[in-house]
């Protein structure tokens, strides 16, 4: 009889712990399958929010592909978008309220500006961020927790003296530039300047304005072309340069105009129209790549938003793409940098990405041109 009850309590004692067992396991499994969180932070509202808007739903693209094909390991991936507002507090802000939900990494931001001022805060947390369109010289050969997808834009300002130098004649330049995006756009022109006149060439005027609602567009244009330059140069979004164009085309000038990759979005030809005809550009992005993953994600992305991608969109597909490499190898989280770092290149939408030690980008530059309405590569 005390066998038995021995016995019964054991079976009973066995049963308890294989309930308990078979409950922490499904609860282990439902916490395994829970969505990976991937932050985005751009500008979403304002005459800047053009970069934001597309490289955000370039991200969305991405998202709703590596979805579909069963996301990651079983789980899911889900992106919580936040708006930068092109302000440094609400950058931080939004940042952190991302680490608070517990993302695994950042897409982000869109601008130099932005960047730099979020990146204490990243490197503090060491939290992965990758920036499809940031390019300034300062975050240049740092280890750290930032990625992009663009090269340093050192390169793309000394090909630009050249071309304007050489090629097109340019002896005299004035140079227009937007301080709300001060590293990118200060850094911008200190390159060129040193590249062109290292050449013989010389910029004859500066002029800085911060975009806002007040700038002074008409004043702006009156300025640039007092001193008679050969040609004119933008470093500024495309609303802005959009606008002085416009205010050039009332006073008849007619020499060449340069603009930034910055501005070669679609608001550009929106707001521009006939005006902004002829600006050339360098740019790491070709509207008419044959590469056959990019025309699969411009056919996606046109019948999703209504329109072609540019490079925001496109850059920032490659950024979700570059996590999502990372994320099937790594352990866990913590070894994001680790598994991004040994990515020395991955296919990209238009061809072979290759990512030097630093987390920089290293790809094509490609000449462009707006004709017609629309912007024409002319090559590279």
């Not at 396991?25 to 304002?46: D, H, Q, R, W, Y």
């Not at 500066?206 to 330059?229: C, E, H, M, R, W």
């Not at 006073?251 to 902004?276: C, Q």
């Amino acid at each position: 009889m005390q066998k038995q009850t021995v016995n019964r309590k054991n079976f009973f004692v066995f049963n308890l712990f294989l309930s308990f067992t078979i409950m922490l396991l499904g609860l282990l499994a439902c916490e395994n399958k829970k969505p990976i969180k991937v932050g985005f932070s751009g500008c979403l509202t304002g005459k800047l929010s053009d970069l934001g808007i597309s490289g955000r739903n370039g991200a969305l693209i991405a998202v709703e592909e590596i979805n579909a094909s069963g996301g990651i390991k079983g789980r899911s991936i889900e992106l919580i978008v936040k708006d930068d507002k092109h302000d440094a507090q609400t950058a931080i802000r939004a940042d952190q309220e991302l680490i608070d939900e517990g993302v695994a990494a950042i897409i982000g931001h869109m601008t130099s500006a932005m960047s730099i001022a979020a990146l204490p805060l990243i490197n503090k947390n060491k939290i992965v961020m990758i920036s499809p369109t940031t390019s300034t010289n300062k975050l240049t050969g740092i280890d750290d927790y930032f990625f992009r997808m663009l090269m340093p834009n050192r390169r793309q300002t000394d090909k630009f003296a050249r071309y304007a130098f050489h090629k097109m004649g340019i002896k005299t330049l004035t140079f227009l530039y937007d301080l709300s995006n001060k590293t990118y756009t200060e850094g911008w022109y200190r390159n060129f300047k040193s590249e062109f006149e290292k050449m013989g060439g010389k910029i004859i005027q500066a002029i800085s304005f911060t975009s806002g609602q007040n700038v002074d567009y008409l004043g702006i244009t009156q300025s640039a072309i007092k001193t008679d330059p050969d040609a004119m140069l933008f470093v500024s979004g495309a609303i802005d340069t959009a606008m002085i164009c416009q205010q050039l085309k009332k006073m008849a000038y007619n020499r060449p105009i340069f603009a930034a990759g910055w501005s070669r979005t679609d608001e550009l030809i929106k707001h521009g129209g006939s005006a902004v005809e002829g600006i050339s550009f360098f740019t790491y992005f070709d509207k008419r790549s044959k590469n056959k993953r990019y025309i699969e994600f411009r056919s996606k992305f046109k019948e999703r938003f209504g329109k072609d991608p540019d490079l925001a969109a496109v850059h920032s597909f490659e950024a979700i793409q570059l996590l999502i490499n990372a994320l099937r190898s790594a352990e866990s989280f913590v070894y994001l940098k680790r598994h991004i770092q040994k990515q020395k290149t991955f296919k990209g939408l238009q061809g072979i990405i290759e990512m030097d030690r630093y987390g920089d980008a290293i790809r094509k530059i490609f000449l462009v041109r707006v004709e017609n309405g629309k912007f024409v590569t002319i090559g590279d």
